[in-house]
């Protein structure tokens, strides 16, 4: 299953900013078993329209599926609505997975090219782009000077760490407690 801390992410990976605080409870419904938009709605007392905005969003995003089903009666259909913890699980391993794969990159750029910056603040530049520029800064002519980058090396490793430490495995979460 999935924790808090994997929860928040989802919510933060498919949901719009403006739409987080509605979608907690809606989840929350949805992890507790099958359950239809319409019960979602009296459960969280939002109305119908933004409950299934957001499932459809999830759904979209491949953490929630539905089974509809028609009403003999009044001849309407239904929509079940079903959670896909491991979905999530895939989900947030793949979007830390892109993360890494970054920090790395940034990491070896960084530790493998020596840097210029104007003094003006202006730009920075690798070693090759300062040389080409003649040391001197194209929009205000000042001269460059080298930059130590050790505190932004430093600053990738530590976040990198966090990353690779940190990663979400499935035999290590837990269930959200509710």
């Not at 989802?10 to 239809?36: R, Y």
């Amino acid at each position: 299953m999935i924790d808090d801390q994997m929860l928040q992410e989802l919510i933060h990976e498919i949901i719009t900013e403006e739409e987080e605080e509605e979608a907690v409870p809606v989840l929350e419904c949805l992890m507790k078993g099958k359950v239809t938009d319409e019960e979602i709605s009296e459960k969280t007392q939002l109305k119908l329209n933004i409950v299934r905005r957001i499932l459809y969003k999830l759904y979209d995003a491949g953490v929630a599926s539905y089974k509809r089903s028609k009403d003999p009666e009044t001849q309407w259909y239904t929509y079940t609505w079903k959670f896909e913890p491991e979905k999530v699980t895939e989900m947030i391993k793949r979007k830390h997975g892109e993360i890494v794969k970054k920090l790395r990159e940034a990491l070896d750029f960084e530790e493998n090219n020596m840097f210029f910056v104007c003094v003006n603040g202006h730009y920075r530049f690798t070693f090759d782009e300062a040389a080409e520029e003649n040391f001197t800064c194209p929009e205000c002519g000042s001269e460059m000077e080298f930059m130590d980058n050790s505190e932004i090396i430093q600053q990738l490793k530590d976040e990198l760490s966090l990353y690779e430490n940190n990663g979400f495995d499935t035999a290590h979460t837990h269930t959200l407690n509710s």
